[in-house]
């Protein structure tokens, strides 16, 4: 599992004073993409060798609201692997330990001309890096 802290800032806001919903869809692509650094396996780095990874399923579960200056800690874990489909499950909790999100997205691996990889046989070494996650639980 891969911890990443978010501090709310003030344009993260809306009138009423707390986070507009979508900007938690926002700190899950920041935890992903340090939990991709984390592996070894930089997005960045992705697609420059012509992957992208779009999101298939995205699905959050309010819990409480978050406010201007809240840190948040975004828990990013694979919940699933099964070659073509990551499942990222995610918790976000305010400094004092309660959960204000809970959520997951599912993604696929195409290459630039939006043709499925075969991560196991293209890029061997991110495919076991994944399959790890699954059995230990935590990044590296």
């Not at 200056?69 to 692997?81: K, L, Q, R, T």
């Not at 099964?82 to 400094?95: H, P, S």
Request: proline content about 2%; glycine content about 8%; hydrophobic content about 35%.
């Amino acid at each position: 599992m891969s911890q990443y802290l978010h501090k709310v800032q003030y344009y993260e806001t809306d009138r009423m004073g707390v986070v507009h919903h979508a900007n938690y869809l926002h700190w899950m692509e920041e935890a992903r993409i340090d939990f991709m650094d984390r592996i070894g396996f930089p997005y960045a780095e992705m697609e420059a060798r012509g992957i992208i990874s779009p999101v298939k399923t995205l699905q959050c579960e309010y819990r409480q609201s978050c406010t201007f200056g809240d840190e948040i800690s975004v828990s990013v874990a694979v919940e699933s692997f099964n070659g073509v489909v990551l499942k990222i499950g995610y918790e976000m909790k305010k400094q004092t330990g309660e959960t204000v999100c809970i959520a997951g997205s599912e993604h696929v691996f195409l290459n630039r001309e939006g043709h499925f990889v075969r991560l196991k046989r293209d890029l061997p070494a991110f495919y076991a890096a994944l399959e790890a996650q699954i059995e230990t639980g935590k990044t590296e």
